[in-house]
């Protein structure tokens, strides 16, 4: 059945290390996006990305990198340039209709998420 | 800056009672908004949606009203059952008008009581 999966469920970071969070969907969504939530602090937007080989930063994307090789794939690597990596990380995908202009403010359907701890 | 601003950190309704969740906007480029649930450690679940050509969608339980006059939309939940005790999200965009990402109150959370 379709949907987007994120692993780990729970991810822990040494000190200086980066890691990896993973994302993949079978939805055949054109864009992906990746959040993270601390409390109070709802959602904020990390990167998205509208097409293959393509991505732009979004509100918090200082210490954190992309990439999308694979429509289907959109991973989130968490640097050591990220001081404060503790979070639950959400990826989230919706389609995207073009050349209408209807695009990246559709609907989009959420991945279980990620929780990222620090050693 | 906050465009999409949930005032109410948190709100208890009894079993069987409506829930209003409200919602402020201050882009009048926003054109499409929606509602989130989502319990904790989880991701969230699209609940509904509205356009601004619209002043009202329903869904069972589930209403959303839209004024855009004042920039106010609201999530009325009727009857309310424990099952929705959870975080509410808020979210907007500029679909026709600019192509933004969704923009994400701080979210309400629901407690409803039996």
């Known amino acids: 059945d379709g949907g987007i999966t994120q692993s780990p469920k729970y991810l822990f970071r040494k000190e200086g290390q980066n890691v990896t969070l993973s994302c993949e969907q079978n939805l055949n969504h054109d864009a992906m996006y990746w959040y993270r939530q601390d409390p109070g602090q709802g959602l904020r937007l990390i990167y998205y990305s509208q097409i293959v080989n393509d991505f732009q930063k979004g509100d918090i994307a200082e210490g954190y990198s992309v990439s999308r090789e694979k429509k289907e794939s959109f991973p989130l690597t968490v640097t050591s340039a990220q001081k404060n990596p503790t979070a639950f990380y959400l990826c989230?995908?919706?389609?995207?209709?073009?050349?209408?202009?209807?695009?990246?403010?559709?609907?989009?359907?959420f991945g279980p998420g990620t929780r990222l701890l620090v050693l | 800056d906050q465009q999409v601003k949930q005032n109410s950190p948190s709100l208890s309704v009894q079993e069987g009672r409506i829930s209003i969740l409200n919602c402020d906007y201050t882009n009048s480029m926003f054109d499409y908004f929606l509602w989130y649930k989502k319990y904790p450690a989880e991701g969230p679940t699209f609940l509904i949606s509205i356009s601004s050509i619209k002043d009202k969608n329903e869904d069972g339980r589930f209403t959303v009203f839209l004024n855009k006059s004042a920039k106010h939309l609201s999530l009325h939940i009727v009857p309310s059952q424990p099952g929705d005790s959870a975080v509410y999200f808020c979210a907007a965009s500029a679909l026709w008008a600019g192509n933004t990402p969704l923009v994400f109150g701080k979210g309400t959370r629901l407690s409803v009581i039996a």
């Open positions: 989230a995908s919706s389609i995207i209709l073009l050349p209408t202009g209807r695009g990246i403010g559709e609907t989009q359907y």
